[in-house]
């Protein structure tokens, strides 16, 4: 009887699970857009992405989509949200450990660089002298390179979905490109090899005075040479098992290893915040973010940064390392750009990352990727270095595959974390996601907004200005990659004396060149930008004023008057900034209202010329995501110059009064005060200046849209870009944009960027080669099964290896028709192979995308 | 008569009126004694809790690292920083720096800033955030506080009236049918309260939201809210019934099994046993001696249910990312935002002050063996 029961129990339970079952939702069969490298033995770009249908031609204007809701919703419950329907997408990054969990439930993702991590070493040598620091002995510090096995962990903690890093670079990406080569030749050499560490580890602590006790364990002094290891427990929580694994291997070699299990606020105050000599500590998981592609185009601070005693971080344990007398110079020079070519920088570069491994202060362990899953109908464009909410041609694209218009719904980790105001608002990542939607300009170019960045290069493309100029002094390594600008080099730049180079908080008037530098003034780099002739009239805020030079104008003023004492928006933690930027900035010079032309002058300047033109726009002059009308700031300005709200928090503190949201909240009602204020006398700002440029007639036209504006939508958020804020609900935490129909570009305006145009590489040859003999093998190179097109292929790299690993020979192979290439290994480099297996690695080296492509080889080499 | 009743009018009154001074005195003494103790108990309290935010004055060189790590990573990481010359940038670094630990109040004392919280939450003037910002953009925890107070007495309010009623009308129930198939079945199942809300949140998110779709993940309302009040309203109860659920399941069997087996202990006391042997109706005993002994305690719990709505539930609330006062205080302490921490600490301070203070007034009403300050 009692059998019986359990029986009918049982079935009760299968029937009930295979009823869930059938309730489970149907997984998709689409594969994912992007595929995770697994690690840099297997080739990025292998999986092609999934086949996307061709955008139709549309004469939509603005955004692709007519409205946008975005909302704040848990990370942990993203994927099983899109998979009930409740959002189409999840912008923010996810870690690379539901990598497997987004392929099972068959989504589609980006793939972008997270984070990058790595184990960071004491230096010093203890003040304490009767314990030892291993880790003050440059060999054994160098030694946890071959102890480590990247790819393990890789495997282990991150489900295979990041990437294995050894050098200060970033794997796979641009610098990485560049230094193809070096860097393929430096990981062979630093390979996984316990024994090799444990050789050197082995041969040095003796020299140290340690010895090796009975029980296998490093003594010095009597007492064993115990590790103290600071492991981040907190974050995604990939710190952790990584900091075990370190240890273990540690205590495999014979030291002692003291575990510490801390967050952020408990580790970072002993690592950073204690004199190293000290030794509270010995290893720490460090982690650092990213910002955009950009910025990674060129990574040669990256020495100075992290290894150096002259490191812009100016704290332990930088402070406490002292290298190599080199590796110190060239860190040094590359941080300060002391090189007068490409190829000498490029030199300077390879060397010094086979020195940064030598010096190991750092032992970099991995690359994470990171991931944002959408619903296989949707379209998503995201920078490949910080993803979506990064990329400012991601709300361009953004779409239903399948259709024009409809409301997408995304899911974000915040909203509103701070006010919005483009001064010295929110910068949180998922606030200048939506503000982006919002805006013509992007702000994390060089210069300024106009320009539309690309997402898989990190270079910038013409959106707003009809020509561009660069001119700058011989000598500086700046290098043009696109045909959009002309670029000379000229022995000296000189600053017109009419150019403006600082501001009169009194006079309201700008300062000339020649009145502050009567004996004239230079500069390295002189950009010009010409913009459309019909910008006034196509290009309209979302109040439906249109856009005038006084917007322009504004901005300049913006960018000096509150560092100035005697203004009433003086702001001392703006000051900082404005001050500083100061040092470098030359000078601004308005040639031409029509067509716009504006000139700047600058000291500071980036090695891709595109990145140095400064196509000035009516953004944020402090680096922020949001566009200023000038009569919106004319409205804040009198509001903060009464003393009610303030653009920053810290000028908010000091007079504690509340900061300035220009989308809800207690300001609202301040700034429609102070709105009708300027309405009512019809204010022209700074009026010695910008009356030259802004008429009444312009000011009333200005106040009536901003104020209906406001009417209409209970807020002053007020933009170019393709999508305009309707809705605000900050406790609800949520928004609503809409489509732009006045914007003046198609939807299909950046339909280039839709997705990465990874190569896809195959390696064919012979399977056993004879010593001495020349060899050809062939390569073949495609796109969605189409052959790459040898225009868009910058190079295409081989490395040999030996049956050890080590690199035998590098070069590059010959073209041969689109989609192919060649490696012909000549007699010379096949007489060096010894008998044995050999393997050939090719790295292609696309232009339209920043990671390259790699796949190999392996072939028999005999006598 | 009335020269021998005016010394016997007199006489009677002396007595009256004395014994209402001597009463007057004695509450006055009881009040004031009460209330020092207090305002003394919730010093030593918000004195503690500020200490125990700041961990000792750690909290200092916990937010001296962040600031410096959070301004040298921005700085870092800004491209129109990355080209300026070292130096000027490492002044920049300082100087940022600088103003930030400024800001925070970080060049003052750790003494002097704990009497300056304390004084401050003593007055309820509670001052600006550190680090958090109101929805809306105050950084005022005034206004944070009561940003976030409508969506946790909402979600309080209903999860803990229902179960406190319910729990006491089942529970008087069961105590009359002691040994049934319900009570065993309670009785049984009071240990799932072993489980907190979050967890039963959890499983109630899969179930209904992930598996059934008929429920939604999180969050207050659908996004966009809707304009229309009642649509408004009806989204909010589907938004509402999840956390409510949680809330009520972890603790719906513990609770009828707390109150089944105090009005069982009360039922067995030999006046009740004598009402019973008298005769009496059994609604008159259950209502006049059973109910009436047991008002007191369970106006305690009432009471300090009503405040313990204040303090909001901390995890569920983050679950469901319901913006309510425990998702906050949450925040707050991750973020070490010690203003937000001692602001909500010293409301409930003084809430639950006064309810002690009122509680002993309320014994002397609903029982007359208790006498205020006797």
Known sequence: MKTTKLHCLLSLLVAFSMVLAACAPQQATETPTQAPAAGTDEPAATAAPAEEPAAPATTRHGGWLDEIVVSVVDGDSAISQIQAGAIDFFSFNLASDVYPEIQAAGLSTTQSLGGYYGISLNPAVFTDTSVLNPFSNRKIRESLNWLLDRNYLNQEIYAGGSLPRLLPITTELVEYTNLIDTARALESKYAYNPERAKAVIDAEMPAMGAELGPDGKWQFNGAPVTLIFLIRSDGDGTRQPMGDYVSNQLESVGFTVDRQYKTASEAFPIWQGTVAADGQWHLYTAGYGVSGLGSLRDESGNIQQSYLNTSIQASEPFISNVSDPEFQKLGDDLAQGNYDSKEERDAMMARALELSLEDSLFVWLIDQKTYAPYANNVQVTFDLATGPESTNVGPYNLRFKDREGGTLRIGTNDLFTEPWNPVAGSNWIWDAHVMRATTMGTSNIGGGGGLMADPYTGLAYPQRIASAELVYKEGLPINQNLDWLTVTAVPQVDVPADAWIDWDATEQRFITVGEKYPDGLTANVKSVVVYPDDLFETVKWHDGSPISVGDFVMNFIQGFDPAKPESALYDESLALSINAGLVAFKGYRITSTDPLTIESYTDAYLSDAELNIAPLWPQSAFGLTGENSWQMLAVGNLAEAAGEVTYSEDKAALLEVEQMSWVGGPSLEVLAKYLDQAAAESYIPFAPTMSQYVTKEEADLRYANLKKWYEDHGHFWVGTGPYYLDQVFTTEKSLVLKNFADFPDLADRWAQFSEPKKATTLLDGPGQVKSGEEAVFDVTINFKDQPYLLSDIARVKYILYDATGAVVSVGDATPVADGEYQVTLSAEETAKLPTGSARLEVAVVPIPVAIPSFTSFDFVAVP | ?374
């Open chain 2, 1 to 374: 008569m009335t020269i021998a009743v005016q010394p016997a009018s007199e006489n009677s009154v002396a007595p009256k009126v004395s014994a209402r001074a001597s009463t007057f005195l004695r509450v006055s003494r009881y009040v004031v004694v009460r209330v020092l103790t207090l305002f003394v108990t919730v010093v030593i309290g918000i004195y503690l809790t500020i200490v125990i935010a700041n961990m000792g004055g750690f909290v200092d060189t916990i937010m001296k690292g962040e600031i410096r790590d959070r301004v040298t990573q921005t700085i870092i990481n800004n491209p129109s920083y990355q080209s300026m010359e070292p130096e000027v940038r490492q002044q920049l670094i300082q100087d940022t720096i600088a103003a930030e630990e400024e800001r925070r109040g970080l060049n003052v004392p750790i003494a002097v800033r704990n009497v300056r919280y304390l004084s401050n939450a003593l007055t309820l003037n509670l001052g600006r955030a550190h680090n958090m910002t109101s929805d809306s953009g105050s950084k005022q925890v005034r206004l944070i506080l009561l940003e976030r107070l409508p969506a946790t007495l909402l979600l309080m309010g209903i999860s803990q009236l229902f179960l406190f009623f319910s729990s006491i009308l089942l529970a008087l129930n069961l105590s009359r049918h002691y040994g049934n198939f319900w009570d065993k079945l309670v009785v049984t199942l009071s240990p799932t309260s072993a489980v907190p809300p979050w967890f039963y949140g959890i499983f109630l998110i899969l179930i209904f939201a992930a598996l059934l779709k008929v429920l939604p993940f999180g969050g207050m309302v659908d996004s966009p809210p809707p304009s229309n009040p009642l649509d408004y309203s009806l989204s909010l109860l589907k938004h509402l019934a999840l956390p409510t659920l949680s809330l009520v399941l972890s603790s719906f069997f513990l609770s009828i099994y707390n109150y089944r087996t105090f009005f069982l202990i009360y039922s067995s006391e030999d006046y009740v046993d004598m009402a019973k042997a008298k005769g009496l109706p059994s609604r008159d005993v259950e209502r006049k001696y059973i109910l009436r002994p047991t008002l007191p305690n369970i106006i305690t719990n009432f009471a300090l249910l009503i405040i313990s709505l204040w303090t909001g539930a901390t995890i569920t609330e983050t679950v469901f990312l319901w913006p309510g006062l425990g998702r906050t205080l949450f925040q707050a302490i991750g973020l070490y935002d010690i203003p937000i921490i001692v602001g909500s600490t010293i409301i409930y301070a003084y809430l639950l002050a006064m309810t002690v203070f009122l509680l002993d007034f309320m014994y002397s009403l609903v029982d007359p063996r208790v006498k205020v300050g006797g």
